[in-house]
C-alpha cells in the first residue's frame, strides 16, 4: 500500500519551491529558479538508490531503475514536468489540507472572501471522504505537474523497497519549461533509451490520453494612424478599431467557452495597443488535421479580406504550429495503451480514454520517436487559485505507475 503521507509531505516539500517558467525567456531552463527543484530531485533519486542520475545543462533529470527480472523487457520511462505556469502566482504557495472532504464548499481565504465552489465546481463532489489539498486563494498549487512528480518518485521508491515486485528497466525523466511549451525541444530522446513512455500529467483520476490538440500560435499586428484628434477627419486609422472588427469576424461561439470534447476554437489570449498598433494574440486548436489547417486559413483569410478594405496592408500574421496530434504515433502501438488500461483495473481505477484539450510533453516527444500517452496525475483547476488535488488520486496514480511496471514484464515473458 501507497504510503499516504510520504505522499502529502513529498508533495508539499515541492510545490513550496518557486519553479515558475518564462514565455519571455530564450534559456533552458527558461528561469534560474527551476534550478533549485531539478537539482533536489537529482540528489533524491540518488540517495534512494536510482542507477544512471543525470542532470544535464539544460535541467533535464534523467535517472534508471534497472530491471529485477531475468527475461528481455522492453524498456519504459515515466515523465514529469517541474515547471510552473507564468500565468498566476506561484510564490510563498500556502497549500490547506483538508481531511474527510465532507463535500460542501471549501474555503479558501476568508480574509478575501474567496471559496472553492462544490456547485461550480462539481468534480469535488466526488472526492467526499478523501483528503482535499487546495490553495489559500493567493496562488496556484501546482499540481500540475508536481503532482505528477510526487507520483514518479513514490512509485520508484516503493518499487526500490519492495523487490520481490517484478519489472524491467525503467527510465524516469523531469524536465523544464512544458508550460511555456517547451519542455520537449532539449528532451534527449535517444539519451532516454525507452521503447515507448508515460507522462504522468493528466487532470482527475482514470484520465488515459493518446489524443490531443494540434496547436499553433497566431501574433496579428494591426498599423493605424495616429493624428490630432481634432484635425484626423480623414486621416486618422485607428488600429484598435481594426482589430475590434477582426475579432469580430471570427466565429464567436468556436472559442473556448463554447466548446468542449474533440471541438477545436479560435483563443484571443491577450491584446494590447494604440491607435498607432494593436497586437493580438491568439491560440489555435483543433484535434482534427483538416479543421487546424482551415482555422490557420481562416485567419490568413481574414486579414487579407479586412486590410482590403482599407486598401493597405494594415494587418500581418505570424502563425507558428507548436506542436500536433499525438494520436497518428500511438494509433501503430496500442498494446501501450492497453497495458495502462490493464493496470487502472488492477488497482480499482475506471479508466477514462478521452481526448486531451491541450497538450504534454507527451505530444511532441511521441513526434520526436518515443511514443508518449498521458496518464492522470490528480489535480484540477489548474493554473490558478481554485486548483485542488485529492491526495488518494495521487496514491492511485502511484500505484498504476507500479502496475505497469508489473504488468510490462510480465507481458513480455
Not at 51 to 68: G, K, R, S
Not at 136 to 156: H, R
Not at 203 to 221: M, P, V
Not at 323 to 335: A, D, G, L, T
Amino acid at each position: 500500500m501507497i504510503n499516504k503521507q510520504r505522499i502529502i509531505d513529498r508533495f508539499i516539500t515541492y510545490i513550496k519551491i518557486d519553479t515558475q517558467s518564462d514565455p519571455e525567456s530564450k534559456s533552458t531552463p527558461s528561469t534560474e529558479k527551476q534550478w533549485v527543484l531539478a537539482r533536489k530531485l537529482a540528489e533524491e533519486l540518488k540517495e534512494m538508490g536510482m542507477a544512471e542520475v543525470n542532470i544535464d545543462d539544460h535541467a533535464y533529470v534523467m535517472a534508471t531503475l534497472p530491471a529485477n527480472v531475468p527475461h528481455q523487457v522492453p524498456v519504459i520511462g515515466f515523465i514529469s514536468h517541474f515547471d510552473t505556469s507564468p500565468d498566476f502566482n506561484a510564490t510563498d504557495i500556502k497549500p490547506q489540507i483538508i481531511e474527510d472532504y465532507d463535500g460542501n464548499d471549501i474555503v479558501l481565504n476568508k480574509e478575501k472572501n474567496i471559496i472553492l465552489s462544490s456547485e461550480y465546481f462539481d468534480d469535488l463532489k466526488q472526492y467526499k471522504g478523501q483528503t482535499i489539498i487546495t490553495t489559500d486563494g493567493t496562488s496556484l498549487l501546482s499540481a500540475d505537474d508536481k503532482a505528477g512528480i510526487t507520483e514518479i518518485m513514490t512509485a520508484m521508491q516503493y518499487l526500490l523497497d519492495n523487490p520481490e515486485i517484478p519489472h524491467g528497466k525503467i527510465r524516469i525523466g523531469f524536465t523544464p519549461d512544458e508550460e511555456i511549451g517547451r519542455g520537449a525541444h532539449k528532451f534527449d530522446v535517444e539519451k532516454f533509451g525507452a521503447e515507448w513512455a508515460y507522462t504522468m500529467d493528466g487532470s482527475q483520476i482514470g484520465e488515459l490520453e493518446f489524443e490531443n490538440f494540434n496547436a499553433a500560435k497566431a501574433i496579428i499586428r494591426v498599423k493605424g494612424k495616429g493624428v490630432h484628434p481634432g484635425y484626423a477627419k480623414d486621416k486618422m486609422v485607428n488600429s484598435q478599431y481594426i482589430a475590434v472588427d477582426f475579432i469580430n469576424s471570427l466565429p464567436r461561439m468556436e472559442t473556448p467557452e463554447h466548446t468542449e470534447g474533440r471541438q477545436g476554437f479560435f483563443h484571443l489570449s491577450e491584446m494590447k495597443g494604440d491607435v498607432e498598433e494593436t497586437v493580438l494574440e491568439y491560440i489555435i486548436r483543433d484535434h482534427d488535421l483538416g479543421h487546424f489547417k482551415a482555422r490557420k486559413e481562416m485567419i490568413q483569410d481574414l486579414a487579407s479580406e479586412i486590410s482590403s478594405q482599407y486598401e493597405s496592408d494594415c494587418i500581418s500574421v505570424e502563425i507558428t504550429d507548436q506542436y500536433f496530434n499525438m494520436r497518428e504515433k500511438i494509433e501503430p502501438v496500442m498494446h501501450i495503451i492497453e497495458i495502462a488500461e490493464d493496470a487502472m483495473k488492477e488497482v480499482n481505477v475506471e479508466p477514462l480514454l478521452k481526448p486531451i484539450r491541450g497538450g504534454t510533453d507527451g505530444a511532441q516527444l511521441s513526434y520526436m520517436g518515443l511514443p508518449c500517452p498521458n496518464i492522470f496525475a490528480g489535480g484540477h483547476n489548474f493554473h490558478g487559485k481554485y486548483e485542488y488535488v485529492p491526495v488518494e488520486s495521487m496514491q492511485k496514480a502511484t500505484e498504476v505507475i507500479v502496475k505497469i511496471a508489473e504488468l510490462t514484464a510480465d507481458k513480455y515473458k
